[in-house]
């Protein structure tokens, strides 16, 4: 109970952290799309502005939580199973970021013995700040969130690809089946909309209805998993096993109500 009291308390401090990231990082974004031709142009374009933006939050982040390691690969499959350790991006959503949109957000989880504990999703172009901590609630501009009760027919449910899904030929595969499942189910829309993390938070404030993937993408999926779950949406794999970092048979957040449709629509994928 203490260590809950302290992660509740903390979660204030970790907001105005991620906010500042995000006010310096949206003051330096171009409403233009970046002057980049090449992949290696808009790594450099990108890495001039994310790196001062990660070194930032590294900073604060430290400072609040000095015991607390740093996850450096944020394409990483496997998360320390020991220990707290944040995982964090300054700019998740890189692709909108440089192309002058809105959908990018900054995301901070601290995780402990491997499992996500307290998590900030912070899109500062839309105005929405998700928190979460483990066993009390996830919140939306610190007000508290539920997923929606809407059917399936009306549903608009988003999914994405982690950056490593070309390694995966399977996992590639199912993308695309998948994805004509989900439509030939009858929802009435399916989008993505950005950076994984926020659309999985998305889910627990109703904005979306439910997200899926295929692949291994814990770094991106943790801190909106969190969020999604602790706002009372169910999280698991597709075949609707509880998820975990280490699952590699697909991602799901979904309200209690369209759960048990989208797992058999997914599980039905070969």
Known sequence: MEQLITEIEQVAQVEQVVREVGHLLAERQSAEPIAARTRAEALAAFGALDRPATGLL???????????????DELATALPADGEWWSCDATDGAVQYL???????????????????????????????YTAVRGA????????????????????????????????????????????????????????????ALQVAQVG???????????LDAPNLLGGALIAAEAGARVTDHAGRPWQPSTSTGFLAAPVGQHEALVRVLGAVA
């Open 99 to 129: 192309l002058g949109l809105p959908h990018w957000a900054v995301t901070a989880t601290l995780l402990r013995e491997g499992r996500a504990v307290l998590a900030v999703v912070h899109a500062p172009r839309l105005g929405a700040t």
């Open 137 to 196: 609630g996830a919140r939306l501009n610190g007000r508290r969130i539920r997923p929606s009760e809407r059917e399936l027919a009306v549903a608009v449910v988003a999914t994405s690809h982690p950056p490593t899904i070309t390694e995966e030929p399977d996992a590639l595969r199912r993308v695309g089946a998948t994805t004509s499942a989900v439509i030939g189910a009858g929802v009435l829309a399916v989008r993505n909309l950005g950076p994984t």
């Open 58 to 72: 590294r900073e604060r982040l430290g400072a609040l939580r000095p015991q607390a390691g740093w996850l450096t």
């Open 205 to 215: 404030s109703g904005h979306l209805d439910a997200f899926w993937e295929c692949g």
